[in-house]
């Protein structure tokens, strides 16, 4: 079975640390590039991170210097490091891959996972 499955949310208190981790089963990441979105009710999902296949990444403004994410093929995953979390980044975040992808986009992803609960306390 072609699936993503993300694992590592929880429930941490401010200037926390957390990993996610996106683990690939039934295809191989190496030509993908994987994200990371995230999506609290009522807005729309929007992209934290992403990585291509050459290594290269694109963090959003609101997480850069606090978030670092990386991909190690031999184990067939995407980590997403999350340090000195804050209560707005509380969002179901979900991993996402596109064949040959290097845009960190909501569009045209081949595949998604089934999001992890991230919850920050103040």
């Known amino acids: 079975q072609v699936q993503l499955v993300e694992s590592g949310g929880g429930l941490v208190q401010s200037g926390g640390s957390l990993r996610l981790s996106c683990a690939a089963s039934?295809?191989?990441?190496?030509?993908?590039?994987i994200g990371w979105f995230r999506q609290v009710p009522g807005k729309e999902r929007e992209g934290v991170s992403c990585?291509?296949?050459?290594?290269?990444?694109y963090y959003a403004d609101s997480v850069k210097g606090r978030f670092t994410i990386s991909r190690d093929n031999a184990k067939n995953t995407v980590y997403l490091q999350m340090n000195s979390l804050k209560p707005e980044d509380t969002a179901v975040y979900y991993c996402?891959?596109?064949?040959?992808?290097?845009?960190?986009?909501?569009?045209?992803?081949?595949?998604w996972g089934q999001g992890t609960q991230v919850t920050v306390s103040s």
């Open positions: 039934g295809f191989t990441l190496d030509y993908y590039g």
């Open positions: 990585i291509n296949s050459e290594g290269d990444t």
């Open positions: 996402a891959g596109r064949w040959l992808g290097s845009r960190c986009s909501t569009e045209g992803q081949d595949y």
